[in-house]
Nanobody, 121 residues
Framework: QVQLVESGGGLVQAGGSLRLSCATS????????MGWYRQAPGKQREFVAG???????NYADSVKGRFTISRDNTKRTVYLQMNSLKPEDTAVYYC???????????????WGQGLQVTVSS
């Protein structure tokens, strides 16, 4: 069973920053691209950011220039640095590990338990 352990969510004011972390096993981390997704109340889950095994990144237009995804191979952890947060960023954020980098396919790979991120105005 794949385990993705997320941490770092919480409440922040608009304009603030948060960093999400997702730790997993070495085998999973080294063999998969890693991504972050989010789901706001009443909305479909959506892609936020992804990073390949080689370190290539991809972002949703809504977060470009504000969010940065990175991976630390020694810690087997992927991060999502979120800056200039907006109320519309409020959602449950999910870590995802997948073999294929088809980021906009929502039913692939393994998922973390989800983290609440709330941005107040």
């Amino acid at each position: 069973q794949v385990q993705l352990v997320e941490s770092g969510g919480g409440l922040v004011q608009a304009g603030g920053s948060l960093r999400l972390s997702c730790a997993t096993s070495g085998r999973i981390f080294s063999n998969n691209a890693m991504g972050w997704y989010r789901q706001a109340p009443g909305k479909q889950r959506e892609f936020v950011a992804g990073i390949t095994i080689g370190g290539s990144t991809n972002y949703a237009d809504s977060v470009k220039g504000r969010f940065t995804i990175s991976r630390d191979n020694t810690k087997r952890t992927v991060y999502l640095q979120m800056n200039s947060l907006k109320p519309e960023d409020t959602a449950v954020y999910y870590c995802n590990a997948r073999a294929a980098i088809t980021w906009y396919s929502l039913n692939l790979g393994s998922w973390g338990q989800g983290l609440q991120v709330t941005v107040s105005s």
